[in-house]
């Protein structure tokens, strides 16, 4: 955080001290038993219905509490403790956070979509980290709650920031890009997920499209043109710039030519009327996308493709992302444990299509959650998916699970079919199958550690 002196922070929002001292500087900001308080110099928004323990701000002072409490109850502060009492928190809260974004003219990158997220941010700061200072949300940790603490991670420093927006409910990226302001917006993809939400589809494009009205005017949206469901999301509201990746002649980062290679995918981008040869790590054409919107955005801002697309050759996946080893017997493992949804699922399946020619395939699928009344619908199109595919055994782990292996039976699948409550019984039926012929597909919720651990346990080095 950029420091800031705590009288200035009381004349912008026109507060009233109550005790302490204001000729000292914040470094940091919370919101009071929303976020941990870690360090000295913070100033805390402190809601008047919260319990405060006032010994634990103190141990952390110098310390600035802000809040609407009465004035009486403010008073129990103690003496290293600053105190300013506003009318109304909720407007102090916001104007300040409006008025720290504007302390900064830089670009502002977020991105929302079903799927590609964490990569594609993950990619846009490790291509313009060549050059540029960037803040950037922490792996996938994109919960509303933690956009304020990543916003106060800004500095005179900071040359670019890149953040993903998580999706619980509707409103939640509208509240963010209110905190963020991003001057260019992405949507990667949009399947289905988070409908208990959303209530249906509709509803989860609806709360998806909110980061359109969230972008700063003037700024760009960047868009997947292949995607039927963002084609649904209505732009004419948009005062801006609005960029196209994907496969078709509309977009302004075009792929061609897509192809596997050595632990990755090589391709031809298309762009101003110039073809450039390409690779990115990680096998899958969704792969390809998601280069192609990172790229995007770091030409937007600034940074050209003849630096940008070697730095990209040398990314890094993040673990459990269809991340391939070697596995028992010499099998090949590919752990896709990070998260599981009906969009995710069909990109490792079409990996595994090419992956798998061949080879016998063993998939292991677990629950899809926060389907909410379509749960079973989008489980059965799965099981229905899997029985058009060349797979030797599926194996569901979990209650919702089962329907996949049910519609694939009713779909007369080839596949040998294990269904299964939980872990215990799995190793039996997969450890015998595994040599230097088998390709294991693992995918199931972050939220599963029992698959995760059976991940780790068939992989080689165990």
Request: glycine share 8%; aromatic share 6%.
């Amino acid at each position: 955080m950029q420091s800031l002196l705590v009288k200035d922070i009381r004349r912008l929002l026109e507060g009233e001290l109550i005790s302490g001292t204001e000729d000292w500087r914040v470094r940091d900001a919370i919101y009071y038993n929303r976020h941990d308080l870690t360090r000295r110099h913070t100033l805390m928004f402190l809601n008047r219905n919260d319990h405060v323990n006032w010994d634990e701000i103190n141990s952390k002072a110098p310390s600035l509490v802000i809040s609407d409490k009465s004035t009486s109850e403010l008073k129990n502060a103690l003496p290293g403790t600053t105190v300013i009492r506003v009318r109304s928190l909720i407007q102090s809260y916001w104007k300040f956070l409006d008025y720290y974004r504007n302390l900064f003219n830089l670009p502002v990158i977020t991105i929302t979509g079903t799927c590609g997220k964490t990569t594609t941010k993950d990619m846009i700061k490790h291509i313009l980290s060549k050059k540029l200072n960037v803040q950037a949300s922490e792996s996938s940790k994109n919960e509303p709650r933690r956009s304020l603490p990543y916003l106060m991670g800004i500095n005179n420093n900071t040359d670019a920031a890149v953040f993903e927006h998580g999706l619980g409910n509707s409103g939640n990226i509208k509240h963010q890009c209110m905190i963020y302001q991003p001057t260019i917006g992405i949507i990667t993809t949009i399947g289905v997920h988070h409908l208990d939400g959303t209530k249906n589809l509709d509803g989860y494009i609806r709360a998806k499209a909110e980061i359109v009205e969230g972008v700063r005017k003037g700024g760009t949206l960047i868009l997947n043109a292949d995607d039927e469901n963002i084609k649904k999301i209505s732009l004419q509201s948009f005062h801006g710039k609005i960029l196209y990746f994907g496969c078709s002649a509309k977009s302004e980062f075009r792929a061609s030519s897509i192809k596997f290679g050595h632990n990755g995918m090589n391709f031809i981008l298309h762009h101003s009327n110039k073809s450039y040869e390409a690779f990115v790590p990680g096998y899958g054409e969704h792969q390809v996308y998601n280069a192609l919107a990172a790229l995007a955005a770091t030409t937007e801002v600034g940074m050209n493709l003849e630096e940008a697309i070697p730095r990209l050759a040398s990314f890094k996946n993040m673990a459990r992302h269809l991340e391939f080893s070697k596995g028992i017997g010499g099998c090949t493992i590919i752990d896709d444990t990070w998260t599981i949804n009906p969009t995710s699922v069909e990109a490792a399946l079409n990996v595994l299509d090419e992956i798998g020619k061949g080879k016998n395939v063993i998939v292991l699928l677990g629950d899809i959650n926060r389907l909410g009344n379509y749960e079973k619908k989008y489980h059965r199109e799965i099981g229905s998916n899997i029985a058009k595919r060349n797979v030797h055994t599926l194996i569901t782990i979990g209650k919702k699970a089962e329907e996949i292996a049910k519609q694939a039976i009713r779909d007369n699948t080839k596949a040998n079919v294990h269904i299964f409550n939980d872990i215990r019984g799995v190793s039996e039926v997969v450890i015998p199958l595994l040599n230097r012929n088998a390709v294991v597909l693992i995918k199931g919720p972050m939220s599963s550690r029992s698959m995760i651990d059976f991940a780790n346990s068939i992989k080689g080095n165990n």
